[in-house]
């Protein structure tokens, strides 16, 4: 399956900017991040939008906002999203807010290299922000789906500023006890176009995740496992995303997993319409994050 969509877009790459699309891969959603970053073969509550345009059908008419403090603070990363169903299809839609501060603009005394006795001078402060609006649509029955995101970027990098958009695409398998998806994002590239004229395209990337569970009815008891495989079309290799999930009485939620070879935890609640969910995200380089959401059907 990725050597044929590598086939179809690889004469397009040619003009693709490498790392063009980080800022939307922070992940969204407690559950999700805490259990490894899988979501594309997850269809529990609307974050869904994010990783599986077509695993929004499965969800009910609900809503989710999250509030991240990634490494440690320095990343903030605001999403909200709302789902509404209706007969053989749904619509969707998402926000996804970043931003940066505290950036520091400096410059050198004079023209000679920096040194000790030249060293750079902070004269600002500055901070970047991110804008990321999904429209989804998902059709389907029981057991299969399709559906589409359009997305619309707006980025403001302090002394620069670009818009965008894109598409994503997804299809997922629906079974009793297993389910499964894949999902193309920015299908085929996904341009930036920024104020001084230049521009730029973000690569796709293809993901499928597979989610088998696991009932222990005489406990009232569900285990989730997942694993995604997420392949950028432009580099080699892929990576292999991890997780797990304990829920008793679909009441008390434990979550772990692995993403990118960081660890990560997580908890949840849910009672009558209203769910809590936390995730604890290592990493390796940088600070540890910590994202928050919480969701309600309607």
Known sequence: MYRIISLIVLPLLLGATKYAGEFQELGVGGRACAMGGIGVAQYADPSVIYFNPAGCFYVSRSALIMHAE???????????????????MSIG????????????????????????SNPPIPYDTVGTKDLVLYINVARGNEMLSYGANIKVFYRDLAVITGYGG??????????????AGLAIRDFVLSPIIWSNGTK?????????????????????????????????????????????EYAYKDFVFGRAGVYRGNYTLGVGLKYKWFSLDYAFVTHSDLHDSNK??????F
């Open 70 to 88: 990634n490494f440690a603070g320095a990343v903030k990363n605001e999403f909200g999203s709302v789902i509404l169903p209706k007969g053989n």
């Open 292 to 297: 928050f959401s919480g969701g309600f059907i």
């Open 200 to 244: 730029e395209t973000i690569v796709p990337k293809v993901s499928f995740g597979v989610a088998p569970l696991i009932i222990l009815s005489k406990i009232n008891s569900v285990i989730t496992l997942g694993c995604d495989i997420v392949k950028s079309i432009d580099t080699e290799g892929f990576d292999l995303n991890l997780g797990l």
């Open 166 to 179: 894109g598409i994503d695409l997804g299809v997922t398998l629906n079974l009793e006890h297993l389910t």
């Open 93 to 116: 839609f998402g926000l996804q807010y970043l931003s940066v501060g505290d950036i520091k603009l400096t410059e050198l005394q004079d023209t000679t290299p920096p040194s000790s």
